[in-house]
C-alpha cells in the first residue's frame, strides 16, 4: 500500500506547508515524491487540474490519498462526489481529515458523502429561491435590472447621426470609448425602434 498527499491552495502567495504538517501529525508516513501540491483556484474541476490529473495517473489499486479538507478534492459537492467515486472505481482509498480521517470510499464514507452532497443540494436551492425573490421583489418596485448602458441617448442619437456621415464602426467605437459590438448594437436597436 503507497500513501499520497494531494495538497492544494488558491494562489501563489498562499502556503500547502501547514496541509503537509497537518496529514503528518494524523500519523500518515508520505514519501516526498508522493507528495503532489499545486496552486490553482478551487473553482477548477479536480479532473482539470494539471496537477491532480497527473497524481491520478500514478494512482494504482490499494493505494491511499490523504486530503485535509474535501474542498481539495472539488470545486463543489458534486465534483468531490465525482472524483471519490472515479478513485472508488480505481481501487483507491481517500482519506478526509477534515472529516476526522475517514476513508471515503467506506460505507460510513459514503454516508457522509450522501449527507454532505444532500446538504449543499438544500444550500444551493435555497441561494437561487431567494436570489429569484429578491429579483422579483426589485421588479415589484420598479427596479431596472441589468447593467446600466455605456451609452447614453444622446450618445445614441449622435453614433446613428455620425454613422448615416459615413462615420467607420472603429471611428466612432474610439470616439465613444467603446467597442465596435457596442456600435453595432445601437445600429441594430435603431433598426428596430
Given at each position: 500500500?503507497?500513501?499520497?498527499?494531494?495538497?492544494?491552495?488558491?494562489?501563489?502567495?498562499?502556503?500547502?506547508?501547514?496541509?503537509?504538517?497537518?496529514?503528518?501529525?494524523?500519523g500518515f508516513q508520505i514519501a516526498e515524491h508522493r507528495v503532489v501540491a499545486e496552486t490553482v483556484s478551487g473553482s477548477v474541476a479536480a479532473m482539470e487540474r494539471h496537477g491532480f490529473k497527473k497524481l491520478v495517473d500514478r494512482l494504482?489499486?490499494?493505494?491511499?490519498?490523504?486530503?485535509?479538507?474535501?474542498?481539495?478534492?472539488?470545486?463543489?459537492?458534486?465534483?468531490?462526489r465525482a472524483?471519490?467515486?472515479?478513485?472508488?472505481?480505481?481501487?483507491?482509498?481517500?482519506?478526509?481529515?477534515a472529516l476526522g480521517g475517514v476513508d471515503l470510499t467506506s460505507p460510513a464514507g459514503k454516508m457522509t458523502m450522501a449527507v454532505i452532497s444532500a446538504v449543499s443540494e438544500m444550500e444551493r436551492d435555497l441561494l437561487i429561491e431567494r436570489t429569484q425573490a429578491g429579483l422579483q421583489r426589485a421588479k415589484a418596485e420598479g427596479k431596472k435590472l441589468?447593467?446600466?448602458?455605456?451609452?447614453?441617448?444622446?450618445?445614441?442619437?449622435?453614433?446613428?447621426?455620425?454613422?448615416?456621415?459615413?462615420?467607420?464602426?472603429?471611428?466612432?467605437a474610439k470616439r465613444f470609448g467603446v467597442s465596435r459590438s457596442a456600435i453595432q448594437h445601437v445600429a441594430r436597436q435603431a433598426k428596430t425602434v
Open positions: 500500500m503507497r500513501t499520497f498527499a494531494y495538497l492544494r491552495v488558491s494562489t501563489a502567495d498562499q502556503t500547502n506547508l501547514n496541509q503537509l504538517h497537518e496529514i503528518i501529525a494524523a494504482e489499486a490499494g493505494d491511499v490519498l490523504i486530503v485535509t479538507k474535501l474542498d481539495r478534492l472539488g470545486r463543489n459537492a458534486m465534483d468531490v472524483t471519490v467515486e472515479k478513485l472508488d472505481g480505481m481501487g483507491v482509498k481517500v482519506h478526509c481529515l441589468g447593467r446600466k448602458p455605456t451609452l447614453s441617448s444622446d450618445d445614441r442619437s449622435q453614433i446613428m447621426a455620425l454613422k448615416a456621415e459615413g462615420a467607420s464602426l472603429a471611428v466612432l
